[in-house]
């Protein structure tokens, strides 16, 4: 399954508002924790979100380097285009 | 950075939650613990709602005996793993026992619960197989994962259909793959749909493992477990558990219903090194199981409990984590801070309960845990059920 770039940035987006609804701006560097304060457990319920979206798994190891927006988009990118 | 700056926050979260008293909710200091529900804490007797100690046999006569004869016979440790000095008679007895009381050929017996999911999860998938675990698993079970070269793929909480979907994804790898769940989830208390689940990996052609951590010797005919309850143990692979809840000791065994499973012992690195059990712990423990499976009166006590409890809390409106009575009850607060004033409350009536705030906790909630157990008296529940009474009047339950 292929799936656009554009596809996956505003999945990941609409994912991230859910776990975080009073978030303000976002860029691509936006730190996942750090900068929004998402804990591990908000970020894996962000993943669940985003796999029933996209109607991909996303193996725990493939975004344990996402800290980032963008990090995360080419996660879940290089996931779907392996799918 | 230093090493050590990254823990700044923790620090933090740790007086957050001291200030409300002189006693810390985590790690509450024992002074001195008198007997299977009473305990020194801060210089005051309080009343224990918050072990796991489910049967009580913490102090069973017959345990403590069994232990005392094992250390004055076989000493107080056996300095060596099981695969080297460390394999006594005792602890090949207690693993035979188990695997019979299941009615399976196989069981080995691990120094923890924690070792005994880390040693047969991350020995039984390895690379280029599959891990599809419960959201909400156990801290043991995503320990196990890492350690395993398993590729780890989570599904939502008690969702079978979702359980399914992410089997369907994977196609023939599936055959490749380990379900893994536990039958009571001990944060909320809430039990998993087990047959639905076991049926999805069935379906699919994967194995499922059970942590039967919380509800083993509780639930089901001789207290086997949800598993043996629902009539599933001739579909599940492989059943987990402690002997630090009902069990009142230390320790874990997993068994199966494959032979084979007896081969982890010569590759599971949790199992293979580290010091085998100490001889009191196994005696304990084999007493223990034997009083647990010898009769249902100490589950008739702790289901007569659980009902009077929860029917009290529920009344005073507290909000629940599941809808299921159980040896768990979890009161859940939206706001921290009112699950502080409710522990603190209960402590300062003499109740010792468990705080529990995020991230250690499912969907941001704030809970305070009762753990009920066998060894409580109807003057100790009466007890209970009084404090809650007081402390709804000054507190709102649900807010």
Redesign the interface.
């Known amino acids: 399954m292929v799936e656009s770039a554009d596809r996956v940035e505003r999945v990941v987006r609409e994912a991230l508002k859910i776990a975080c609804p009073d978030i303000g701006t976002v860029t691509g560097s936006t730190h996942l924790s750090s900068e929004l304060g998402l804990d591990s457990a908000q970020v894996m319920d962000m993943i669940m979100e985003i796999e029933d979206r996209l109607d991909i798994s996303i193996p725990v190891a493939a975004i344990a380097e996402a800290h980032t927006l963008d990090d995360l988009c080419a996660s879940v990118r290089r996931v779907a285009a392996g799918s | 950075m230093s090493l050590l700056e990254k823990f700044a926050p923790l620090a933090e979260l740790r007086g957050a939650l001291a200030a409300s008293g002189s006693v810390p909710s985590i790690a509450t200091p024992m002074d001195e613990v008198l007997s299977a529900t009473e305990a020194v804490i801060d210089g005051r007797k309080v009343l224990l709602a918050g072990t796991n100690n489910y049967l009580g046999l913490t102090f069973d006569p017959e345990c403590q005996a069994a232990a005392i004869k094992a250390v004055q016979t076989l000493g107080t440790g056996t300095t060596g793993s099981r695969m080297a000095s460390g394999n006594y008679a005792g602890h090949r007895a207690l693993e035979r026992e188990f695997a019979e009381a299941f009615g399976w050929p196989a069981g080995i017996v691990f120094s923890t619960g924690y070792q005994a999911n880390l040693g047969s999860i991350s020995a039984l998938a390895g690379q280029g197989e599959y891990l599809l675990i419960d ?1 909400d698993s156990h801290a043991s079970i995503h320990d196990a ?1 890492r350690l395993s070269l398993a ?4 599904f ?1 909480h008690n969702d079978p259909e ?1 359980l399914a ?2 089997l369907e ?2 196609g023939e790898d599936a055959k490749r793959t380990l379900v893994v769940v536990e039958s009571l989830y001990s944060v909320l208390g809430d039990r998993a749909p087990l047959k639905e689940l076991v049926d999805a990996a069935q379906r699919h052609g994967a194995m499922i493992i059970v942590d039967e951590a919380h509800s083993f010797g509780m639930y089901g005919p001789k207290g086997l477990g949800i598993c043996a309850e629902l009539g599933l143990l001739d579909k599940v692979d492989f059943v987990v558990g402690t002997f630090s809840k009902s069990i009142g000791g230390v320790g874990g065994f997993c068994v199966s219903r494959h032979r084979e499973f007896e081969l982890l012992r010569l590759g599971s690195r949790p199992y293979i090194f580290t010091a085998s059990p100490p001889p009191p712990v196994i005696a304990a423990a084999r007493a223990a199981l034997q009083r647990l499976l010898k009769g249902d009166d100490l589950r008739a006590q702790l289901w007569r409990n659980i009902e009077r409890f929860t029917a009290a809390v529920t009344r005073l409106g507290y909000r629940t984590g599941s809808k299921d009575p159980g040896p768990v009850t979890a009161l859940v607060f939206d706001e921290r801070a009112t699950a502080i004033a409710h522990w603190q409350g209960l402590l300062d009536a003499g109740i010792y309960t468990n705080l529990m705030v ?2 250690a ?4 909630l704030n809970i305070v845990r009762i753990s009920l157990s066998a060894a409580h008296s109807d003057a100790q529940i009466s007890r209970m059920i009084e404090a809650f009474e007081a402390l709804a009047k000054r507190l709102r339950p649900a807010a």
């Open positions: 959201a994962c590729t780890t793929i989570r939502r979702n979907r992410r994804r994977l995020p991230p906790t499912p969907a941001g």
